[in-house]
């Protein structure tokens, strides 16, 4: 299956859109220290999830996929910061984490997936 067809690629790609939108009102003094973290963190998400796809063994696809997630997580800590600080409305942040906490499940089910495959091969 293409990358571009997989909804957890899909949703993903969204997030970063939003952390992106999201970014534009933060303050000019976080530009190369939180602004800088969050986007790069999130863009991590779906650009593992495409690398892994493009790998030639299962392997280096759940590799790529466990890094996805751990760049999935250091992207919510990073929007809770954001909350805490006061540059995201609560509002915001909610449907942020609403959105990662969706994208966690699909890929710790995707992962699962993979990896259970692995035993049967």
């Not at 067809?5 to 997030?15: P, T």
């Amino acid at each position: 299956m293409h990358w571009k067809d997989l909804e957890v690629w899909k949703l993903s790609h969204e997030m970063v859109l939003e952390v992106y939108k999201l970014t534009r009102s933060f303050p000019e003094y976080e530009k190369f220290r939180l602004t800088d973290q969050f986007c790069r963190a999130a863009c991590s998400v779906p650009a593992n999830i495409v690398e892994g796809n493009a790998r030639h063994s299962r392997k280096e696809y759940i590799q790529f996929l466990t890094t996805a997630r751990a760049s999935l997580e250091e992207t919510r800590y990073h929007g809770l910061l954001a909350r805490d600080l006061e540059y995201m409305q609560s509002l915001d942040y909610e449907q942020f984490e609403a959105k990662t906490e969706r994208i966690s499940r699909m890929l710790n089910a995707f992962l699962r997936s993979l990896k259970a495959k692995d035993k049967h091969a």
